[in-house]
């Protein structure tokens, strides 16, 4: 079975850290962009970052640029969304999501597998 999982959130405090992670089962995710997506309550899902499968590239939200970093480990095969200096609009429920294009985008229909989110909440 073709499945993402992905763990890590919590409740941290505004300028605290955490590290997201994204595990595939069934399928090699090297040969696949992932992205890290959000939704809070009562908007609309958006892109954060993603990384690309050809060459690695990585792209970031204007409004993580500077705090977030995504990255691959190709033996674990998963990817992962370090979170540092976290602000109470972060809070979301955060998903992964696997394309087999390749390459990054921020449309939600790219995606061809999703994880079940997990929660982050900032708050102090």
Known sequence: QLQLVDSGGGLVQPGGSLRLSCAASGFTLD????????????????????????????????????????????????VYLQMNRLKP??????????????????RVSWYDYWGQGTQVTVSS
């Open 31 to 78: 040969y696949y962009a992932i992205g890290w997506f959000r939704q809070a309550p009562g908007k609309e899902r958006e892109g954060v970052s993603c990384i690309s499968s050809s060459d690695g590239s990585t792209y970031y939200a204007d409004s993580v640029k500077g705090r977030f970093t995504i990255s691959r480990d190709n033996a674990k095969n998963t």
């Open 89 to 106: 609009e972060d809070t979301a429920v955060y998903y992964c999501a696997a394309n087999r294009i390749g390459k990054c985008s921020w």
